[in-house]
Every structure is written in C-alpha cells, then in structure tokens.
C-alpha cells in the first residue's frame, strides 16, 4: 500500500508538519510506504484557465506539477496538510488543486478520467487554524478539500481540524500528537 502526503505549509517542523510527521508514523506502523512531498520546495505555476486540459485531459504545463499527477494515480491513501489562511487553504495548496483541474476535465467533460477511476483511495485532510474557533470555522478548506477528493477519485475519509495554534503549539499536545498517529493507522486498515 502506497501513500502521498502533501505538505502546503510554507514551514517547515511547525503545527502542520508535525502534525503530518505523525499521521506517517501511523501510516507506517501499518507498513505502508510513504511519500511526502512538501509544496514549498517546487516551482510550479498556478492554473490559467486556458481549458487546455478541457480538451486534452492534462495539463500543459511542465514544471514540478508534472511529476505529482502520476503519484495521485498510484497512491492507494492521499493525506493532505495545510495551515488554514482567511478561512481556507494555502495559496500554494490552493494552487495545487486548481493544477488538478486536469483531473476534473478529464473526469466531468471528457467523460474519460485521467485518474484511475476503478482504484479504491482514501484520503485525509489535515488542517490547523491559530484562532479559537468552531469546527465550522473550517468549512471554506472543507469544502475545497471535498471537491479536491472528487476530482482525483477519492473517498474523502478523514479530517483532523486544529483550532488555536496561536495559543497552543501542537508539538506540546500529546492527545494531538496521538490523534495524528492513530488516525494514520486507522487510515490505513479501513
């Protein structure tokens, strides 16, 4: 079993990542193998809407976005990460997803999906916010996070949402970290 974990924190080591850090180690405890891929390393542009990919399927664009399409294909569970900005996800991940729109013109205009449609995935949303808010108070990256899940074929499975990380630094909570852990592993044996 394969896994693709996405970093969209533009820091490193802090609320977001190391909550990732221990979804891994719940992923691997279950023996599944683990790629991460942290957004703030590439160079990729954002989506233009040049419909392109309406026609053909992919996007045109070759940068680092060029590499990932296939690891969504071949990952069996695809846990995201991302601070929460304004309410929603990073410019970086929002960036990501709307580069997916391959996906999503492959699937729902060509009716021929880039994205293997009969390969059962599972995915995962983890989202830390700095204020003290309600679990609605995530709905806008939700809601992003939900149609991202449909374009790429994938059981939207879980969330772990974070709330007063201004407050509260993750790395000090051992329920936190637990959580994370224990999430990953449940991911992997459903």
């Not at 820091?11 to 909550?19: H, P």
């Not at 996906?103 to 999906?113: D, G, P």
Request: glycine share 8%.
């Amino acid at each position: 079993m394969k896994a693709l974990v996405i970093l969209g924190s533009p820091r490193i080591k802090m609320n977001t990542d190391i909550l990732l850090s221990e979804v891994i180690k719940g992923l691997k405890s279950q023996g599944v193998e683990v790629e991460k891929i942290e957004l703030g390393g590439l160079k990729f542009e954002p989506c233009i809407s040049c419909n392109s990919c309406g026609k053909t399927g992919h996007c045109y664009k070759k940068d680092d976005m060029t590499g990932i399409y296939d690891k969504f294909n071949h990952a069996d569970i695809i846990v995201i990460g991302s601070p929460m900005y304004f309410n929603s996800v990073t410019a970086i991940m929002k960036a990501m997803i709307d580069r997916c729109q391959s996906f999503w013109s492959s699937k729902y205009v060509l009716n021929k999906s880039s994205i293997d449609k009969n390969k059962r995935r599972k995915g995962m949303f983890v989202c830390v916010g700095g204020a003290k808010q309600p679990e609605e108070g995530f709905i806008g990256a939700t809601v992003v996070m939900d149609l991202f899940f449909k374009a790429i074929n994938t059981e939207y499975s879980y969330n772990m949402l974070v709330d007063n990380t201004d407050e509260v630094f993750v790395g000090d909570s051992k329920e936190l970290l637990q959580t994370a852990y224990e999430m990953g592993a449940k991911l992997a044996q459903d």
